[in-house]
């Protein structure tokens, strides 16, 4: 369903993820903020559609609701949040993205940047589900699993919608690769994409 070119080695979670927990953690925390953050903006941007409106004001609410869950994690073990860290991963996307073109385009664009972020970390959080020796971050994952691989659909339902002209599958297709080369530099870091 992902097609992604480049699975995620399993041994990343026995041999970086487990021995940082709080590292993850706190990752993941900022990874559902950002993604909530960037549902806000398409709102703010794109004000005239609104089922792409009401799509978006649902998924900020689930990703801050799965923000919270992540958080609760954390205090529950003992840990804390800490600061952000910046996502290299997701930088290198963005280098994809087009520069100018119609307000369609660009939008096309960012519906299909967001889409590969959450193909990338349902993809993840599938690796982490199978193969972290926790049973309760085991169901957690898996069910987080399901909820971007639903945000993934989302991201190209509406990219499809809006492409005015625009050849959606060849341009995820162009993402597809382009994302191919960039994750053979991350997967070593205790960090979602990383």
């Known amino acids: ?19 940082n927990i709080e590292e993850i953690l706190t990752d993941h925390a900022f990874c559902e903020q950002k993604a909530a953050s960037n549902a806000i903006t398409l709102i703010v941007q794109n004000p005239e559609l609104s089922d792409l409106v009401q799509e978006m004001a649902e998924l900020a609410k689930e990703e801050m609701d799965h923000f919270k869950r992540v958080h609760d994690i954390i205090l529950e073990r003992g840990y804390t949040l800490g600061r952000e860290r910046k996502d290299d991963y997701v930088n290198e996307l963005l280098k994809f993205l087009k520069k100018g073109g119609s307000r369609r385009e660009q ?21 982490l589900s199978e193969n972290i020796n926790d ?43 382009y994302e191919a080369v960039v994750i053979q530099n991350y997967g070593k870091k205790e960090t979602v994409h990383g």
């Open 1 to 19: 369903m992902l097609k992604l070119k480049l699975p995620t080695d399993p041994r990343w979670v026995k041999n970086v993820v487990e021995s």
């Open 107 to 127: 939008l096309t664009d960012r519906l299909l940047f967001a889409a590969m972020i959450e193909a990338r970390s349902c993809e993840r959080f599938k690796v």
């Open 135 to 177: 049973p309760f971050l085991s169901s957690f994952y898996h069910e987080l699993m399901i909820s971007e691989a639903t945000h993934y659909t989302t991201f190209i339902k509406l990219a499809k919608k809006y492409a005015d002209g625009i050849d959606v599958d060849k341009r995820w297709n162009d993402f597809l690769e």
